[in-house]
């Protein structure tokens, strides 16, 4: 880890009382130099890179047992610096233990391969070689989990990284950096920057002696990035917004696909890329749907993050908390119906002056502004569908396709319908939910590149093709 060399620092505030929790120091352009210039020297210099895979699982597992030991007190900073509800973040912490002990196990399964010989006279093999300093670049909604996605798998392939968390979240990525010393990483094998302008991840993206850019977050972010990056053909991993079908069939379960629906949308307070953020019901159980739904959502909790029961907290950014109320207004102007909220949930006390948004629902027309676009809050839309035609139409015609339910009992339509989505995960007749060992990440402009699962190791690797002559006779093609 580095530590800045920059005087200054910003306030880091918990967007659910408004306090300032900390002061963080604003990066400079010379400190991200440095970060990256560590990484580099870090990673030529092999100690990491070249080290036994099995020593390096052993250290990466390390930061998984030092997460554990340390959850609850990662999980009440997650709370104070993102204002998730302390339910969602304990979860989190789990699920972070878990992504480490994946990779610190899959290090030393990054296995090559052996050709069948090319000619009689050669081997032909290829190795996974690391694929060099990585630039990571994480979004505020996870900020510990979302890091671990990226840290995990590349220190677990043997890359060096230069960390960058949202400017609004960078708490818990500081404490990774500790960990990772802590574990024995060596020194500038994992480097943390901080700061608020929106230059850092730029310079990151621009740098020359950076191989790779992990990224999550917008697509139009997402973009930018690709267009920077393609200028020093930097290897790129993308993943981007989505606005996620939840597809119902009269033949559901409705008891569970209602419950799984309130999560889908309002865990972590609906800013979550995956987010079931369109509800499509088949009209012969359209209005059943949609009352049971608005009657069981009015009992979720929206509340103090740091109260157990709480089960959505406070929108994290003043900025998010704006486009979630304006894409209610625009919902209002589109003749959206509402269902459900729409408005500002007023807390008191410690809370008075946090920002919280109440769980809203609208239905609306499938092509109006709040059924297509990424609101990134607690807000869903209701589109009604006739037949599996429609509802497979519906659920694409999207710029997105990151994620989708699908909820029947039948299960050659569930699988029918999972087939013909363009969606890089579809969950059926569950809530969704995401495992280390499984692929995540999206189809169209969700994104290329996945996270999470063994593919991912290849993402963090180059393919190295080693050809050894084997013959008698030396080869001599000129015979000269
Ligand atoms: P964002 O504005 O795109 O920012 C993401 C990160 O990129 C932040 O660290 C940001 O730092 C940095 N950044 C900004 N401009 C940059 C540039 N020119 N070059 C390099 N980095 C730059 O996204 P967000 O609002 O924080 O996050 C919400 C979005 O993330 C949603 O669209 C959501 O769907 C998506 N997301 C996707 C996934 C997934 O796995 N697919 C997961 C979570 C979230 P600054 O804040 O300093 O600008
Ligand atoms: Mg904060």
């Not at 990284?161 to 010393?181: D, H, N, Q, R, Y």
């Not at 609306?364 to 990134?376: G, K, V």
Request: with cysteine; proline share 6%; aromatic share 8%.
């Amino acid at each position: 880890m580095t530590a800045t060399q920059s005087a200054s620092t910003y306030d880091d505030i918990n967007p659910a009382t408004g306090e300032v929790i900390a002061q963080v120091p604003e990066s400079t352009h010379d400190d991200l130099d440095r970060a990256v210039r560590a990484a580099r020297t870090a990673f030529d210099g092999g100690k990491w890179s070249q080290m036994a895979a099995s020593r390096r699982a052993k250290i990466v597992n390390k930061m998984a047992q030092l997460i554990a030991e340390r959850a609850n007190d990662l999980m009440l900073m997650e709370v104070r610096d993102n204002g998730k509800a302390i339910s969602t973040a304990k979860g989190e912490m789990g699920a972070i233990v878990d992504c480490f002990e994946f990779y610190a196990g899959a290090a030393t399964k990054n296995y090559g391969e052996t050709m069948p010989p090319p000619l009689p006279t050669y081997l032909a093999n290829t190795v996974r070689e690391p694929v060099g300093v990585v630039g990571a670049i994480i979004p505020w909604n996870f900020p510990l989990l979302l890091a671990s996605w990226k840290v995990a798998p590349a220190l677990a392939a043997g890359c060096t990284v230069v960390l960058k968390p949202a400017p609004s979240t960078p708490l818990t990525a500081l404490e990774l950096g500790k960990i990772a010393l802590e574990a024995g990483v060596p020194e500038g094998v994992l480097n943390v920057v901080t700061g608020s302008g929106r230059d850092l991840g730029q310079w990151l993206v621009e740098h020359p002696l950076v191989d790779k850019i992990a990224f999550t977050g917008s697509t139009a972010t997402g973009k930018l990035v690709a267009k920077t990056a393609a200028e020093t053909i930097k290897r790129v991993t993308l993943e981007l917004g989505g606005k996620s079908p939840s597809i119902v069939f009269d033949d559901a379960n409705l008891d569970a696909a209602v419950a799984a629906a309130i999560y889908g949308i309002y865990y972590n307070a609906g800013q979550a890329c995956e987010a079931r953020s369109r509800v499509l019901v088949q009209k012969s159980i359209y209005d059943r749907f949609v009352a049971s739904f608005v009657e069981r959502a009015r009992n979720v909790r929206v509340g103090d993050p740091e109260d157990p029961q709480t089960q959505v907290g406070a929108i994290t950014l003043p900025e998010q908390f704006e486009k979630i109320r304006s894409y209610c207004e625009i919902g209002a102007s589109e003749g959206a119906r509402v269902l459900l909220g729409g408005e500002r949930a007023k807390l008191d006390g410690r809370n008075a002056g946090g920002m919280f948004w109440s769980v809203t629902a609208y239905e609306a027309a499938p092509d109006a502004r709040i059924a297509r676009e990424e609101i990134f809050g607690p807000v869903v839309t209701f589109v009604p569908f006739a037949d599996e035609a429609e509802a497979i139409a519906l659920a694409n015609a999207s710029e997105y396709g990151l994620s989708a339910s699908v909820w029947s009992e039948n299960i050659g339509r569930a699988n029918r319908v999972a087939r013909a989505l363009r969606s890089g995960t579809v969950a059926i007749n569950t809530p969704y939910a995401v495992f280390p060992g499984v692929p995540f990440g999206g189809y169209k402009q969700s994104g290329y590149g996945r996270e999470l699962g063994m593919e991912t190791m290849k993402l963090y690797s180059e393919t190295k093709s080693v050809l050894t002559f084997i013959g008698e006779k030396p080869m001599n093609p000129f015979g000269v």
